[in-house]
Nanobody
Framework: QVQLVESGGGLVPAGGSLRLSCAAS????????MYWYRQAPGKQRELVAA???????NYKDSVKGRFTISRDNTKNTVYLQMNSLKPEDTAVYYC?????????????WGQGTQVTVSS
């Protein structure tokens, strides 16, 4: 069973920074890609950033230039550096990973970490 454990959330004033971490229980090379999602109260979960096994990245438009996703393969960890935070970034942030085994896609989720940005 694959486990993803997020950490690094908290309360920060607008304009501040946080770095989220997602530690995997197995080599992250085994995943096709890893993702950060977020879900604000009363809203649907949305994709924030993605990084492939080749370290290609993609971002939601509203976070481009402020957030950076990265990976440390030696630590089996993916990070989300969040700068210039805004109140609308407030949400629970989830780590997600997927891989394909014998033609079947498997998806894994972490438990989430709360990010609160005060105005």
């Amino acid at each position: 069973q694959v486990q993803l454990v997020e950490s690094g959330g908290g309360l920060v004033p607008a304009g501040g920074s946080l770095r989220l971490s997602c530690a995997a229980s197995r080599s992250i090379f085994s995943f096709n890609a890893m993702y950060w999602y977020r879900q604000a109260p009363g809203k649907q979960r949305e994709l924030v950033a993605a990084i492939t096994s080749a370290s290609s990245t993609n971002y939601k438009d509203s976070v481009k230039g402020r957030f950076t996703i990265s990976r440390d393969n030696t630590k089996n960890t993916v990070y989300l550096q969040m700068n210039s935070l805004k109140p609308e970034d407030t949400a629970v942030y989830y780590c997600n990973a997927d891989r394909v085994l014998a033609g079947t896609k498997y998806t894994y989720w972490g438990q989430g970490t709360q990010v609160t940005v005060s105005s």
